[in-house]
């Protein structure tokens, strides 16, 4: 298939997919995700970035309706969502699949509206594989861009409206206009920025709540572009130099999930190898740190 008509295919699968259609291996890396994705929010708590969010987010709404984490406290939904998304960037300890990091919003996002709206353990898995499998792939249909790795924060308004949607049980019209809504400003951040400032923290954070609020707003009958994606001026095309439609093909038999990974250190995954090799360095050798002139 072309990739013609992605938009629609998206919004056709989300609304049928089911908890049971899951296979056993997918709900299992998603709960492992979800364990991944919290324990960096814990450990991002800790980072100044994250100690200076959390603080300034509390103050900014007395609704009640989600909670930030770790303190407990309670707020609104978008607030929760923004708190909780940049502790769980603060440390690069976020996991990522192919082709994004989708765990902010597709764990986080989903937790949030779990709990505003009161859905189970089965809602909030289903919704968390739909936004992998629909992340990833808008992720993977624009690979040969400008963009990669975490910079690809337009996944999370599309992966928070799929979310939204299902939860909310929306209908396949509902889900396009929510997806066009979500994108009808794709985020594109700037590399000073992501690399050289703690604003890098609130990647997800600042768009993960705009595909909430585009499912919000399309349950309500704000209509959005119905061919967003694959449009000849569309994301995509947008977004990338050159487009990979076919990425957008085997929903329900390619699982995206699969390809799950996790980190073991804090940082970017292009390190770990590097890090693993200096430890078994220092335990082979007994190397003391301190006559270490140079690498």
Known sequence: MDGSNATARIAEW????????????VLEECKSQILSVIASVHAGHFSDSGRIVSRTVKDWATAKE???????ERTSLH???FGNAALSMALD????LFAGHTGHSAVLTTLAVCEKLGKGGKDFLLAQALANEVGGRVGAAALLGPLNGQMCSY????????ITSKLMGLEKEQILAAIGIALLQPPRPLSPAFFGSDAKTLLASMSAPVGVQAAELA????RGCPEILEHPDGFVRTFAST??????DGFGKTWLSDTLCYKVYPGCAYIDSIIDCVLNLARQH??????VRAV
Do not use: W
């Open 286 to 291: 007994n190397i003391d740190a301190k006559k």
């Open 155 to 162: 996944l999370h308004p599309i992966c928070g409206a799929v």
């Open 93 to 96: 300890y976020d996991d990522y």
């Open 79 to 81: 607030a929760a969502i």
């Open 14 to 25: 989300v609304a049928q997919a089911q908890f049971e259609d899951l296979p056993r291996r």
């Open 219 to 222: 349950a309500n009958g704000l």
């Open 66 to 72: 989600a909670t930030l984490m770790p303190s407990g």
């Open 243 to 248: 487009p990979l439609m076919g990425a957008f």
